[in-house]
């Protein structure tokens, strides 16, 4: 998958995200138990632990604060929607889904 | 794309094309060992290939694809040639780290390729956070040039 469709696989990713964390509050907790077993998995890796950190400031806000990191249209929009937390969220077969709409839609 | 991945997605390309002109992939038992590369069947940590990943797409997209989604389902593939059935998610495993899985029936096509019997040559492609993660593929995986694994893949007879 090129670098577009990545960063447009990011935005559908967390655009589905954000539609539904109203609704599943649930999956901040989820989000913050990923990211602390992560940690312990990859406490060798001071690039990713800094990515963790990140995201666990950011799952500390008021949900409508992740929303709007989620569908943050700026470059630092981007780069985070890349490191997305929300692992285990949505069926895989709906991830694939997307990744599929993604890939069948001409690079713009 | 740097010039390797740029090389060895056009090679699968033309892997693709040649499978169909034979009839369909699933003729091709290296087909399988390529698009099926599941890292937990070696017991380590996540671990992707950027190969896999690009084989898969072509066999469910584009002019090479023979597998189609069958209606009304989200990840259940069948190939219009043969008929062999397949499932295909993609799985978040990290923070930034997607796998796409192919999890294939047992092929109902006529073998023409032959068996999977040796390390696939590739030319890198592994992607995960620890070495000795990919290290543990290596099994599965062996080091080659862009020619070395089309030729891999492409070799006929059981």
Same mark, same amino acid.
């Given at each position: 998958?090129?670098?577009?469709?990545?960063?447009?696989?990011?935005?559908?990713?967390?655009?589905?995200?954000?539609?539904?964390?109203?609704?599943?509050?649930?999956?901040?907790?989820?989000?913050?138990?990923?990211?602390?077993?992560?940690?312990?998995?990859?406490?060798?890796?001071?690039?990713?632990?800094?990515?963790?950190?990140?995201? %666990?400031?950011?799952? $500390?806000?008021?949900?409508?604060? +992740?929303?709007?990191?989620?569908?943050?249209?700026?470059?630092?929009?981007?780069?985070?929607?890349?490191?997305?937390?929300?692992?285990? +969220?949505?069926?895989?077969?709906?991830?694939?889904?997307?990744?599929?709409?993604?890939?069948?839609?001409?690079?713009? | 794309?740097?010039?390797?991945? $740029? %090389?060895?997605?056009?090679?699968?390309?033309?892997?693709?094309?040649?499978?169909?002109?034979? =009839?369909?992939?699933?003729?091709?038992?290296?087909?399988?060992?390529?698009?099926?590369?599941?890292?937990?069947?070696?017991?380590?940590?996540? +671990? =992707?290939?950027?190969?896999?990943?690009?084989?898969?797409?072509?066999?469910?997209?584009?002019?090479?694809?023979?597998?189609?989604?069958?209606?009304?389902?989200?990840?259940?593939?069948?190939?219009?040639?043969?008929?062999?059935?397949?499932?295909?998610?993609?799985?978040?495993?990290?923070?930034?780290?997607?796998?796409? +899985?192919?999890?294939?029936?047992?092929?109902?096509?006529?073998?023409?390729?032959?068996?999977?019997?040796?390390?696939?040559?590739?030319?890198?492609?592994?992607?995960?956070?620890?070495?000795?993660?990919?290290?543990?593929?290596?099994?599965?995986? =062996?080091?080659?040039?862009? %020619?070395?694994?089309?030729?891999?893949?492409?070799?006929?007879?059981?």
């Amino acid at each position: 998958m090129s670098h577009a469709k990545q960063d447009n696989f990011g935005l559908a990713f967390a655009r589905r995200i954000a539609d539904g964390l109203k609704e599943h509050p649930e999956w901040i907790a989820l989000a913050k138990g990923n990211i602390e077993r992560w940690s312990q998995q990859n406490a060798d890796a001071p690039s990713l632990l800094a990515c963790y950190r990140e995201w %666990q400031a950011i799952l $500390e806000l008021p949900v409508e604060d +992740v929303v709007a990191v989620l569908l943050d249209p700026t470059d630092r929009g981007q780069r985070i929607r890349q490191n997305s937390p929300f692992a285990g +969220v949505l069926p895989p077969a709906e991830v694939w889904r997307m990744k599929r709409e993604v890939h069948e839609t001409p690079a713009t | 794309m740097n010039d390797i991945a $740029e %090389q060895s997605a056009k090679a699968l390309a033309g892997v693709l094309a040649f499978y169909k002109s034979k =009839g369909c992939p699933c003729a091709f038992p290296r087909f399988f060992q390529l698009a099926c590369f599941d890292f937990r069947h070696f017991g380590t940590g996540p +671990v =992707g290939c950027h190969l896999t990943d690009i084989m898969i797409d072509l066999a469910v997209t584009g002019p090479t694809a023979t597998y189609k989604l069958l209606p009304g389902d989200e990840e259940k593939y069948r190939c219009a040639v043969c008929g062999t059935e397949g499932t295909i998610h993609s799985e978040q495993f990290n923070i930034h780290m997607w796998i796409t +899985v192919f999890k294939a029936e047992p092929s109902r096509a006529r073998q023409l390729g032959h068996a999977a019997d040796a390390r696939l040559p590739i030319p890198g492609g592994l992607y995960g956070f620890k070495q000795e993660d990919m290290d543990r593929t290596s099994t599965y995986f =062996g080091s080659g040039t862009v %020619q070395e694994m089309v030729d891999y893949l492409m070799e006929m007879g059981g």
